[in-house]
């Protein structure tokens, strides 16, 4: 699948979607893409910043991903940064940075998710409580904040 082709499923997928700001979820994944290559990503990276909540969120199935043309590489980097249910966050991060490229994916996930302008709308107990959560998971993936 070509870039465009990645883009414009990742839209269909996840259509309808919105964030926890109300925001319509196209403009997360967007963020994300633009923020790993900005970050100097490479082009099956970017495909995986515009898949990366797409099994996590039920958008597409695990069974879809294995059959998909995308590179192996790509794939294994989407499922790294699917968090599953139950898991415990150390767990995640340790595959996060045990899998080629998927910690610039979570950089630039975390980034996003983290955007002051972004957590500016939501209620303060939300805001603190995301806020604390990704300051953590920075510190569990030895990456700074943007």
């Known amino acids: ?5 990645v883009e414009a499923l990742a839209r269909r997928a996840h259509g309808g979607q ?13 963020a994300v893409a633009r923020g790993v290559a900005e ?4 082009n099956e990276q970017v495909a995986a910043a515009w898949l990366h ?8 199935s695990q069974e879809w991903l294995a059959q998909a043309a995308l590179p192996q590489t790509t794939k294994d980097m989407i499922l790294a940064v699917t968090k599953r249910p ?20 979570k950089e630039a996930d975390l980034a996003h998710n983290a955007d002051p302008d972004r957590l500016a709308v939501l209620d303060p107990a939300t805001r603190d409580r995301l806020t604390a959560k990704y300051d953590y998971v920075r510190r569990l993936l030895g990456v700074n904040s943007d």
């Open 86 to 105: 139950g898991e415990a966050l150390e767990e995640y991060v340790a595959r996060i940075l045990r899998t080629p490229g998927a910690l610039l994916i």
């Open 18 to 30: 919105v964030d926890k700001a109300g925001r319509p979820y196209a403009e997360h994944l967007a």
């Open 53 to 60: 909540d797409a099994v996590e969120d039920d958008a597409l």
């Open 1 to 5: 699948m070509t870039l465009p082709e």
């Open 39 to 42: 970050r100097g990503g490479t």
